[in-house]
């Protein structure tokens, strides 16, 4: 839901920020992959207990680069390989932060990250789905800037996910309530872009 407008905000520094990692002779894969071993170490923070404070950090790293590396890829060449990479890291790490919250406290967190995690998959799947059957139409937007895949908006979509992870580290004791309603909001969001779907690919 907040995607669009804050990629208004966010992309002209990106881009330019991009253009100077490639004048550099910094690839946008390099980037991808060092953003999702930023990811995966804010899992490994928070599974092990760590201050939280420290998992923000990684997690904010990780999120700047998610943002730079298609920017490097439009100073340089984008490829379907490098929009590829890019959603299947951020699906891992969209999936290590509740594995975390189970592992870290599994006596109260393992049901509700379980929830959560399930409810992301469905919604990765409607999400996805509707990427691959709006390629096959030709169908394109850059309504959320300009991505390798075309996807229908959302009640929740990335922007959403990272200040709900970001609230996770400020208040880990708040990750069960907030795994049940989150996933159910997922499940909403889930439910709606199918439903949005059907008249257009019908």
Known sequence: MLDAPLRRLIDPPLNRAGAALAARGVAADTVTLAGLGCGLLAALVLALGAPTGLALAFIALSRLADGLDGA??????????????????????????PLAYALRAPETNAIPAAFLLAAFYVNAASFLGYAAMAAKRGLESTAQGEKSLYYAAGLLEGSETIAFFALLCLWPAAFPAAAWIFGILCLITATARILAARPIFR
């Open 72 to 97: 490097v890829a439009r100073a340089t060449r984008r490829t379907d390989f490098g929009g590829y990479l890019d959603i299947a890291c951020d699906f891992a790490f969209y999936a290590a932060i």
